[in-house]
């Protein structure tokens, strides 16, 4: 089964700094368009930041300047670079992206989630 792999969250001070990583895990595969989301509430998650196929990004206003969303295309592998964290970041992150696997296309994909804890 396809599936998107999360990793990087933790603890950090204010100030402080995370990468988070998302890849697929299985071989021959490859993320098209994706997105980084935090939850913000039980029922909502925003888009922090976007990357499409050909490389145009997007950010949400509350994040830019701070984070950068990037993607090594060698592992298949998608980054978001968290700089001077913020309390309010504090969130589960969860990536979102396109695969194409093995010459099939699978729209839609969430990962399970890194926790982000900013302590003050």
């Known amino acids: 089964q396809v599936q998107l792999v999360e990793s990087g969250g933790g603890l950090v001070q204010v100030g402080g700094s995370l990468t988070l990583s998302c890849a697929v895990n299985?071989?021959?595969?490859?993320?098209?368009?994706v997105g980084w989301y935090r939850q913000v509430s039980r029922n909502q998650r925003e888009l922090v930041a976007g990357?499409?196929?050909?490389?145009?990004?997007n950010y949400a206003d509350s994040v830019k300047g701070r984070f950068t969303i990037s993607r090594d295309n060698v592992k298949n592998t998608v980054y978001l670079r968290m700089n001077n964290l913020k309390p309010e970041d504090t969130a589960v992150y969860y990536c979102n992206a396109d695969l194409i696997s093995l010459g099939s296309w699978y729209r839609d994909y969430w990962g399970q989630g890194t926790q982000v804890t900013v302590s003050s």
């Open positions: 990357l499409t196929s050909g490389g145009n990004t």
């Open positions: 299985r071989r021959g595969s490859s993320i098209n368009a």
